[in-house]
C-alpha cells in the first residue's frame, strides 16, 4: 500500500456528518435570526440594494455551474466535474456572505404587486426557502462522499441533490426579479 492510498483511506474513514449537521444548523439559524434584528440604523455611504443584485448574479452563476457539472459527469468526465461542483460552492459561499450582509443591513423587502403576482411570489418564495435549508446538508453531504470516494452512496443522495440545487439557484435569480422593483 503506497503513500497516497493510506491518505485515500483515511479520507475515506472520516466521518463529517457531524460538521454537516451542526454547520447546516448554524447557517440556518443565523439567516432565520436575521429576519428578526431591526435593519442597521447606522448611515451607510452606498446603496445596499446591490447586494440583492449580487445574490442574484451568484444564483445565475451557481445555476449555469451546475449545469456544466452535470454535463461533465454524464459524459464522466470527473475532474472537470468537481471543478464545476466547487465553482458552484464558491458562488454559493459568495451568496451566502452577500445575502447576509444584505439582510443584517436592512430590513426585509415587501413585494407590492398585484394579488395574482402576490401568490405567485410567496409559492416561489416558499419553495425556494424550503428546499435551500434542505440543500445545505444534501449538497455538503454529496461533497464530501464525492471527495472521499464513495462513489455509489455519492450518486444515491446526488440525485436528489442537483435537481433541489438547481431548483434552489434558478429560483433565487426568479425571487429576485418578482421582488426588485420593490427594493
Known amino acids: 500500500m503506497g503513500k497516497d492510498d493510506g491518505r485515500n483511506k483515511l479520507l475515506k474513514e472520516?466521518?463529517?456528518?457531524?460538521?454537516?449537521?451542526?454547520?447546516?444548523?448554524?447557517?440556518?439559524?443565523?439567516?432565520?435570526?436575521?429576519?428578526?434584528?431591526?435593519?442597521?440604523?447606522?448611515?451607510?455611504?452606498?446603496d445596499v440594494?446591490?447586494?440583492?443584485?449580487?445574490?442574484?448574479?451568484?444564483?445565475?452563476?451557481?445555476?449555469?455551474?451546475?449545469?456544466l457539472a452535470l454535463y461533465a459527469i454524464k459524459k464522466r468526465n470527473i475532474p472537470l466535474h468537481r471543478s464545476f461542483i466547487f465553482a458552484a460552492f464558491g458562488s454559493t459561499t459568495l451568496f451566502l456572505i452577500s445575502y447576509v450582509i444584505y439582510h443584517f443591513l436592512t430590513e426585509p423587502a415587501k413585494f407590492g404587486g398585484?394579488?395574482?403576482?402576490?401568490?405567485?411570489y410567496f409559492f416561489v418564495l416558499i419553495t425556494h426557502v424550503?428546499?435551500?435549508?434542505?440543500?445545505?446538508p444534501l449538497a455538503l453531504i454529496s461533497v464530501t462522499r464525492g471527495l472521499n470516494m464513495q462513489v455509489e452512496r455519492h450518486r444515491k443522495i446526488a440525485r436528489w441533490t442537483m435537481?433541489?440545487?438547481?431548483?434552489?439557484?434558478?429560483t433565487g435569480v426568479i425571487v429576485y426579479l418578482l421582488i426588485s422593483p420593490y427594493y
Open 14 to 46: 472520516r466521518n463529517y456528518t457531524p460538521f454537516i449537521i451542526v454547520f447546516s444548523i448554524v447557517l440556518v439559524s443565523i439567516i432565520t435570526l436575521l429576519f428578526f434584528l431591526p435593519g442597521y440604523d447606522g448611515h451607510l455611504d452606498f
Open 130 to 136: 424550503s428546499l435551500a435549508i434542505i440543500n445545505v
Open 114 to 120: 398585484g394579488d395574482t403576482m402576490k401568490y405567485i
Open 163 to 170: 435537481p433541489v440545487w438547481l431548483y434552489v439557484s434558478f
Open 49 to 67: 440594494t446591490i447586494f440583492p443584485l449580487l445574490n442574484a448574479i451568484f444564483n445565475c452563476f451557481t445555476f449555469i455551474v451546475l449545469l
